[in-house]
């Protein structure tokens, strides 16, 4: 497995493990990560948990521990346990529990995860640098406990970085719920004055998932642990958040972390997507609507009936993503009944179908992957947020970088036409279409060789070198 690279082998390569919580919109910009900094010349290892490396092996025909060159370097894979599938009766449904997983991951799987890194020195590839992820704090615990430089990917906004800063630190009131008065609007350095659904939902008194909220919060207790934050964004678009928070807590932005042309063979895609690109081939440019909530969204029967109806009426085409545990909210008989005009799917390859020429608008949930995806691709929004940092990607998409439009739940079916014809027909449709195609550029010079986040990924590149030296 010694590959020759210039002056480097893979085994000589300085080593960076990164590692991600077990979830679609953690694995994606981990493992874009993971990938740009293989591209540069250094051994990467990806690690998740060991249910989710099975998925990604077989979708990207890869095994545990081989090596897949990328760039001027190599990716590799490797998972640990976290301790539900030692005990020989793995109940996937366990793992929708979030708050019940994120404790079993800090419990059992931080000590699994242990055992993997030390087990890379004990083979020849000591790591140089491990990076982890805002679910999981205890990854820079880990690698404190083993002297091992660390740093932290955020995979969300500058600007919920921002939110989320200021509320653990207590800099300013905030909301207590929805409805009360006590607190009209949070005023935060860099960031547009933000009501009580413009926040995070983590953080009102009603969100259901404590263990969730008291997770993300305890990142920032031991933050000055990591030597390096990154945050999935960049520079021209987030600015003045940057700037303001920049003064607060050293964050680099390396972003959008979305596929390019280097290795998209190697994808992380829990669910196999199904094809619909000969499809979209068949369609007028410009004409779909496609419309999707991620992968951990499931909408009220009621939601699901008006957003059927709501796309089934726009008049126009439209791709919907509708997940397998979903499939049974859909009104029935509709697949049959929108036949030849609507195309439902279970998985989709989204960073394709936004790059087509017959999308015309994307109804998202503004998870932050998919907000930099449609970004990246000059695509129009219809913002469709239901919580988390969703409502404030809504915010961000509408008000300040001005590329679409808001639902409001709860959502009525001929909302759905109404919106379409608002980000795709006339002069406002036009003004939006100017903002995404600049936007589309920007973020496309920022990862470019030499762009802003370009620039910031090599540092750290040329960083870890100098300390292996
Ligand atoms: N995604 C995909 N196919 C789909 C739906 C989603 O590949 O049919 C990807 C999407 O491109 C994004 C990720 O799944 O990278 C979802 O992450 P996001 O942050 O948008 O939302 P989450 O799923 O975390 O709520």
Redesign the pocket.
């Known amino acids: 497995p010694h590959t020759t690279m210039g002056k480097e082998t893979a085994t000589t390569a300085p080593h960076a493990l990164l590692v991600s919580f077990p ?3 953690h694995i ?1 910009p981990v493992l874009r990560f993971a990938k740009r900094l293989a591209s540069k010349g250094l051994l990467v290892t990806f690690s998740s948990t060991v249910d989710i490396g099975q998925r990604i092996c077989a979708s990207t025909e890869t095994t545990p521990g081989t090596l897949n060159p990328v760039g001027e370097g190599h990716l590799r894979f490797e998972f640990f346990s976290n301790g539900w599938d030692e005990d020989g009766d793995d109940d996937p449904s366990r793992r929708g529990d979030i708050d019940a997983l994120l404790a079993q991951l800090s419990t059992v799987g931080s000590v699994r995860f242990a055992e993997l890194v030390r087990r890379q020195a004990e083979e020849g590839r000591p790591v140089a640098c491990v990076i982890g992820n805002p679910f999981m704090p205890w990854v820079l615990d880990v690698a404190g406990e083993l002297n091992i430089p660390s740093a932290v990917l955020w995979v969300q906004s500058l600007a919920v970085f921002s939110i989320y800063y200021h509320y653990f630190h207590s800099t300013v009131d905030f909301p207590a719920d929805y409805g009360s008065d006590d607190v009209v609007s949070v005023d935060l350095p860099g960031l547009p004055a933000l009501k009580v659904d413009d926040l995070p939902s983590f953080l009102l008194e009603s969100n259901p998932y404590k263990t969730l909220a008291s997770v993300i919060l305890s990142q920032f207790d031991n933050i000055n642990k990591a030597a390096w934050v990154f945050a999935n964004s960049f520079e021209e678009l987030e600015h003045d958040a940057l700037e303001a928070i920049s003064k607060l807590s050293p964050v680099v932005p390396i972003g959008p972390l979305v596929e390019t042309g280097v290795s998209g063979v190697i994808k992380g ?1 829990i669910w196999k ?1 199904e094809d619909c690109m000969e499809w979209l081939d068949r369609q007028q440019p410009r004409s779909v609507v496609y419309a ?1 909530v ?4 499931v909408l009220g029967r009621d939601e699901m009936a008006e957003m059927a109806y709501g796309l089934r009426d726009s008049g126009r085409a439209f791709l919907w ?1 509708v997940r397998e545990d979903c499939r049974h909210q859909l009104p029935e008989g509709f697949t049959e009944d929108v036949k030849g005009r609507g195309m439902v ?1 279970a ?5 394709e179908v936004l790059a087509h020429r017959a999308i015309a608008c994307f109804v ?2 503004c ?5 930099l ?1 449609l970004l990246t691709a000059g695509v129009p929004v219809i913002a469709y947020p239901q919580w988390g940092d ?1 409502l404030t990607d809504a915010k961000f998409l509408v008000d300040v970088y001005k590329v679409g439009t808001r639902l409001k739940a709860p959502v009525e079916r001929g909302e759905f036409a109404k919106r379409v014809g608002e980000v795709t027909e006339g002069e406002k449709a036009e003004e939006v279409r100017g903002r995404c195609l600049a936007l589309k550029e920007a973020a496309a010079r920022a990862v470019a060789e030499g762009g802003s986040s370009d620039r910031n990924i090599q540092a750290f590149v040329d960083d870890i070198r100098r300390r292996v030296c």
């Open positions: 979830g679609q919109g994606n895609d997507a999707s991620g992968s951990v969204v993503v799917v998985w989709s390859p989204q960073d998202t949930h998870g932050w992957n998919s907000t995806e969703q």
